[in-house]
């Protein structure tokens, strides 16, 4: 099973590189299901797998030239109150029962799951749908406004749940601003590599790294985004998406399901 994990470190990694995010929303399932972490270690952990793979990912993306930094920045800093919002207020003030009553039971660690399954299938509807809006360039007082607030929500669900955030990043990147997918892909990259690896930063003190394990495995995902990278110039991204929003779609059920009916 161990094997099955590095090998799907690889697989982050290269989602990661086509695409400019998706693949960090395998990392905490990997790490629950497989290692065998608990949810808070898996979300803490999760981000400095994104952030540091995002990060290397960037920097073939900056000898391009491709990334827009004013439009990273304006989406950056409300993202990064967001991870701070959620990793220094959220999480450790969030009670070990969310609830226990009425004969029902949800602990704060199936919580955190169910929430994150809920996210694997929104971003599984979004990358299955092969329908998108073509926008061209609209720098107007309106799409900022919308691309902050996005920012914002983005940095709350990288804190809560460790995922980069990429399938919503994307998106308002091309739709709202009408920047080009591959100016879109390089820019998410380097988002998420601020977002997580802050919101890993805030979270030291939470956990107890094994910075062995997490070298290794970064380093396999690393390897995964440099080739995710060279296909991506052979092959378009986006036709590859609705394969991988497939696995997403059932691997949000599996989490679902495990957690409703086969908790222990």
Do not use: C
């Amino acid at each position: 099973m161990e094997i099955l994990g590095y090998l799907a470190a690889i697989l982050i990694g290269l989602v990661m590189g086509l695409i400019g995010g998706g693949g960090s929303i395998l990392s905490v399932p990997i790490f629950v299901y497989i290692f065998g972490f608990d949810p808070i270690t898996a979300t803490t952990l999760s981000l400095f797998v994104v952030g540091t793979t995002s990060l290397v990912g960037t920097t073939g993306f900056m000898r391009q030239k491709l990334i827009d930094f004013r439009t990273a920045f304006i989406f950056g800093v409300p993202s990064i109150l967001g991870v701070l919002f959620s990793r220094r207020l959220i999480i450790p003030h969030l009670p070990d029962y969310i609830i226990n009553r009425w004969g029902i039971t949800m602990t704060k660690d199936m919580f955190l799951l169910l929430l994150f399954a809920i996210l694997m299938l929104i971003s599984s509807f979004k990358m299955i749908r092969k329908t998108e809006r073509p926008f061209g360039r609209k720098e107007n007082g309106n799409n900022y406004t919308i691309l902050l607030s996005q920012g914002l929500l983005v940095g709350i669900i990288t804190g809560l749940i460790g995922a980069g955030g990429g399938f919503l990043i994307v998106p308002a990147l091309v739709m709202l601003i009408g920047l080009p997918m591959k100016r879109a892909v390089a820019t998410s990259l380097f988002i998420i590599s601020m977002n997580s690896l802050l919101g890993f930063a805030s979270s030291l003190k939470m956990i107890t790294a094994d910075w062995g394990f997490l070298a290794i495995f970064t380093s396999l995902s690393v390897i995964g985004i440099f080739i995710g990278i060279g296909i991506s110039k052979k092959i378009d991204g986006r036709k590859l998406k609705p394969i991988f929003g497939y696995i997403v779609w059932v691997m949000g059920l599996f989490i679902i399901i495990k957690e409703i009916f086969f908790k222990q």
